[in-house]
Every structure is written in C-alpha cells, then in structure tokens.
C-alpha cells in the first residue's frame, strides 16, 4: 500500500483545513487508517483512526474538532480539522494498519505504511 498525504498549508488559529489521503491498492477497504503528528522537536503523536466499519478514535487534544472518514470506493481518508489552535501545528501523517483489531489502534507501532506527511501551521 502506498500512501499520499495532501491539503497541509498556513491557516489562522480558528480556522480549518481538510486534510486527504490517497491510498494506493485493492486491500484498502481492509484496512485500518490513521492520522498522526509530529510537530519541531517532539514525538510523533496518534491524531485519529478509523476502522474499516468505520468506528473511530480521536486523541483528546482533537476530540470535537477533528473529523476522520473514508471513502472505500475512492481509496480515500480525510482529517477534518475545525477550530484549529496554533499547537496543532506539526507535519501529519496517514498511516495504515493491516492487522485486525477490536477497535482502531492509537499505537504508532501497530501501523504498517506511512505516507509522506503534510505540513500544516496554524498562526496565531
């Protein structure tokens, strides 16, 4: 599978962005998806996931003003991003996990391909 990120860009604090990624390969529907973040000098951090019945999991820090989907038939997922704050400024990254599982994974380790990243810098 391979993966690439798009919609990254400069937006001011309160506004929105939405975030794609476009997932290359018959098995997507299977799999599940995340978005994660990694802003200057820190760890990358787990964002939001969504399994391929589309129940989802959101990290605290965006829960209520993020918004994952996917689209099976286009070989998409999105991150909807409202409300933004200027710490939620990092590169983002969509990642997928080919494991099944009881629920959408937040572990980093647990997903298999990663797409390149987009930036996204919120201005205060």
């Known amino acids: 599978v391979q993966l690439q990120a798009s919609g990254g860009g400069l937006v001011q604090a309160g506004g929105s962005l939405r975030l794609s990624c476009a997932a290359s390969g018959r098995t997507f529907s299977s799999y599940a998806m995340g978005w994660f973040r990694q802003a200057p000098g820190k760890e990358r951090e787990f964002v939001a996931a969504?399994?391929?019945?589309?129940?989802?999991h959101y990290a605290d820090s965006v829960k209520g003003r993020f918004t994952i989907s996917r689209d099976n038939a286009r070989n998409m997922v999105y991150l909807q991003m409202n409300s933004l704050k200027p710490e939620d400024t990092a590169v983002y990254y969509c990642?997928?996990?080919?494991?099944?599982?009881?629920?959408?994974?937040?572990?980093?380790?647990?997903?298999?391909?990663w797409g390149q990243g987009t930036e996204v810098t919120v201005s205060s």
């Open positions: 990642a997928a996990d080919r494991t099944y599982r009881l629920g959408p994974s937040w572990i980093l380790q647990d997903y298999d391909y």
């Open positions: 969504i399994r391929r019945s589309g129940s989802t």
